[in-house]
């Protein structure tokens, strides 16, 4: 499956984006999503993920509370909803898909290129 995310840009500090992973298949629904984040430098972050139905959701605690992770599998596409960002926010966000819910990017088969972040103060 290809993924592509979307909807990063830059913002001030208590700002909110959307981001969206959209997939190419109709099958999307078969697999479970993820978000991961990645500064220079870093190992790559998990943010959230959700599973195939989007009945079970696992935020990290790092952005629990200010973000939202849901899927539209008509439209073949997960969003997630980041509020009240802060600058320590700013990265590269990708979004990956498997086969389980997990929060390990090595949990993951499939990713998009990712779109990035940037939260000024």
């Known amino acids: 499956v290809q993924l592509q995310a979307s909807g990063g840009g830059s913002v001030q500090a208590g700002g909110s984006l959307r981001l969206s992973c959209a997939a190419s298949?109709?099958?999307?629904?078969?697999?479970?999503i993820g978000w991961f984040r990645q500064v220079p430098g870093k190992e790559r972050e998990f943010v959230a993920a959700l599973s195939r139905s989007g009945g079970s959701t696992f935020v990290a605690d790092s952005v629990k509370g200010r973000s939202t992770i849901s899927r539209d599998n008509a439209k073949n596409t997960v969003y997630l909803q980041m509020n009240s960002l802060k600058p320590e926010d700013t990265a590269v966000y990708y979004c990956a898909a498997g086969t389980v819910v997990n929060s390990r990017p090595r949990g993951y088969d499939y990713w998009g290129r990712g779109t990035l972040v940037t939260v000024s103060s």
């Open positions: 298949e109709r099958t999307f629904s078969n697999y479970a």
